[in-house]
């Protein structure tokens, strides 16, 4: 197990040692302490730090994008490199190998998350505490809002993991980190369109689709969701599935091809 | 200049014996309907350099990449040590040390960055063992640079050194020339032979150079289109004891032919027909007549034309 873990260790690597890993951590910080001086400028100091963290949850698409483009880079920038021939002839099977990739990738997403809303909080708490009505008690006691906010974080984790899993999966696919990325972009903002076409209030086989359950906020005020006709069982149910295919589909492929990189 | 004492002192524990440390059965690649390599049969015997040649496109990085498992094979069967690389890669891999072309390596890594990578990647492969082979390699004032800052010849090096890092019982190297200067062909070479010679390391090697291949290699498969053509023993006991032809550079060629009443003279060089004893025969009867000899050099015309025969001359690049 030790052994495997040192193969994390070197895809850990290759992530934190490159420069632009550090400028996606710069923007998040700049982002996190920005968003709540903005606010604060404007006049909003007396909004609280809770409902300024929900202005920042609104920013983790920039944490899905970026954890994307390192899990697009994670496989394909292996094969553009060449580094892909010097990295399977090692005694670990494809699929040890492409495990380590993936939970290199997760351990980052987790680690921006941990980032961005850990700096969030203390900048909120900073720039905007002690004006808003809950903020009394907001750092030991369990309000509402607190809790509603933690949630809406931890939905929009489980969303970001399904998203990075796919651009993971188009990158041992197709082999292009952009393709992966690019793909994955269009992904995750062409949802609002493809619901609008398959509306699944209308068309059962919309309900199925990933963009009608990615946004598990939806059940936050109505537990049949925008649509109606799904709940937060169901669509953790469809995500665990879409989850479950990116895996197999990227695995299959990884293990199955030949590699003349 | 490479003289005959100099062959038979490298052929010194270069014999070849136990079972084979790579066995090709039959093996058959094809991709999209095109047959890239045909029916490979082939037994590597340990402990020696094996030179894989054989013109651009014929198949030697094909082969080498499903020796490695980088390729599926499409029939038949790899073994190393024993054991399927298509079945029981992990099992199958471990013995092996490899550059498949170019050596890939992280640019924004210092060398010796990259190295840890695949340290890590093997059990106890300690500090010092990477600092001997970093050493060794002759990389020690740049190994903390930036890999893209080397030059292609020290990336080749680099190569090399993740290669042995772990000692491997088979060393596979596609084109390792390819990039160097003469004089790190050199180092390269008696490198290999100090590997066979003190580790028992059996090196696979491949080459499009007949002449590189002369210098370095115990044993020879030729290939073409695919198709194995032909092995031979280039050093040891069987090739010692048949004829070539033997150069000797010696000061007047024209009367050390007169004197010896054999051979020809061909660019300013004695050209005799011999085998090994005869050659030391000449020698000696040269040394005797007056004649000073400067270098004697056997020339395997027969395998290079051999070899430019079967595959056809022009296709060597
Ligand atoms: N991925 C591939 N797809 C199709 N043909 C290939 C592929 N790789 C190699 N070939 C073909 O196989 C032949 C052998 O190539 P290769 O093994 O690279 O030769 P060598 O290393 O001896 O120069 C060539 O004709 C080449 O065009
Ligand atoms: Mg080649």
């Known amino acids: 197990m030790s052994d495997y873990l040192k193969l994390i260790h070197n895809e850990n690597i290759k992530i934190y040692i490159r420069a632009r890993t550090w400028i996606m951590f710069a923007i998040l910080l700049i982002a996190a302490f920005g968003v709540p001086m903005l606010a604060r400028l404007g006049g909003a100091d007396k909004i609280g730090m809770w409902a300024g963290m929900g202005v ?69 708490f900073l720039l905007l505490g002690g004006g808003g009505e809950a903020d009394g008690i907001a750092l030991t006691a369990s309000s509402a809002d607190i809790q509603e906010i933690w949630t809406n974080i931890l939905y929009r984790l489980i969303a970001s993991v399904v998203y990075v899993t796919l651009a993971f999966m188009l990158s041992a696919a197709f082999r292009s980190n952009m393709l992966a990325l690019a ?61 479950v295919v990116f895996l197999i589909v990227g695995v299959y492929v990884f293990r199955k091809r030949d590699v003349a990189a | 200049m490479d003289t005959i004492s100099d062959r038979l002192d490298k052929s010194v524990g270069a014999e070849t014996s136990g079972a084979p440390v790579v066995r090709f059965e039959n093996v058959t690649k094809r991709i999209g309907g095109k047959t890239i390599i045909d029916g490979l049969t082939l037994d590597i015997a340990p402990g020696q350099v094996f030179g894989f040649l054989g013109p651009n496109g014929s198949g030697k990085t094909t082969t080498i990449r499903m020796m490695v498992g980088l390729m599926a094979i499409s029939e038949g069967d790899i073994r190393i040590c024993g054991s399927s690389i298509s079945r029981d890669f992990e099992r199958a891999v471990a013995p092996v040390g490899a550059i498949v072309e170019n050596p890939e390596m992280y640019g924004y890594m210092s060398g010796y960055a990259n190295l840890m990578q695949y340290a890590r990647m093997r059990p106890d492969i300690s500090k010092a063992r990477i600092d001997e082979v970093v050493d060794f390699i002759g990389l020690k004032g740049r190994i903390r640079d930036k890999v893209r800052t080397y ?42 032979r100090e590997l066979t010679r003190r580790e028992g390391t059996t090196v696979f090697v491949s080459s499009h150079l007949l002449s590189e291949m002369e210098l370095m290699c115990d044993t020879v498969a030729i290939i073409q289109g695919g198709k194995l053509i032909d092995v031979r023993k280039l050093n040891g006991a069987e090739a010692a004891a048949s004829v070539h032809e033997v150069a000797f550079d010696v000061g007047d060629p024209a009367l050390a032919a007169e004197k010896l009443g054999v051979g020809a003279v061909r660019d300013g060089l004695l050209i005799v027909q011999a085998d090994r004893e005869q050659s030391a025969a000449i020698n000696a009867r040269l040394v005797e007549a007056g004649i000073p000899v400067y270098g004697i050099r056997t020339i395997k015309r027969s395998l290079e034309d051999q070899f430019l025969e079967m595959t056809g001359g022009g296709t060597i690049v």
Do not use: C
């Not at chain 1, 010097?86 to 998350?113: D, E, G, H, N």
């Not at chain 1, 086989?205 to 936050?220: C, E, K, S, V």
């Not at chain 2, 292609?152 to 990039?179: F, S, Y």
């Open chain 2, 151 to 192: 030059s292609l010849g020290m990336r080749q090096r680099l190569g090399v050194a993740q290669a042995i890092l772990h000692r491997p019982k088979l060393l596979i190297l596609d084109e390792p020339t390819n990039g160097l200067d003469p004089q790190g062909i050199r180092e390269l070479r008696d490198y290999l």
């Open chain 1, 56 to 124: 920042l949850t609104l920013l983790s698409f920039l944490l899905t994008v970026f954890a994307a483009s390192i899990a697009a880079d994670s496989v394909a920038g292996e094969f553009s490199r060449g580094t892909v021939k010097m990295l399977l002839i090692r005694p670990w099977s494809r699929t040890k190998i492409l495990f380590a990739k993936y939970a290199a990738v997760l351990l980052f997403l987790l680690a921006v998350y941990a980032f961005f809303f850990g700096l969030g909080t203390l900048s909120s």
């Open chain 1, 183 to 243: 793909l994955t972009v269009v992904f995750m903002f062409m949802g609002g369109i493809v619901t609008q076409l398959v509306d699944p209030s209308k068309y059962a086989i919309g309900r199925y689709l990933l963009f009608a359950n990615t946004d598990l906020n939806q059940y936050a005020g109505n537990p049949q969701g925008d649509y109606g006709v799904t709940s937060l069982g169901f669509s953790l149910g469809v995500l665990a599935v879409y989850f």
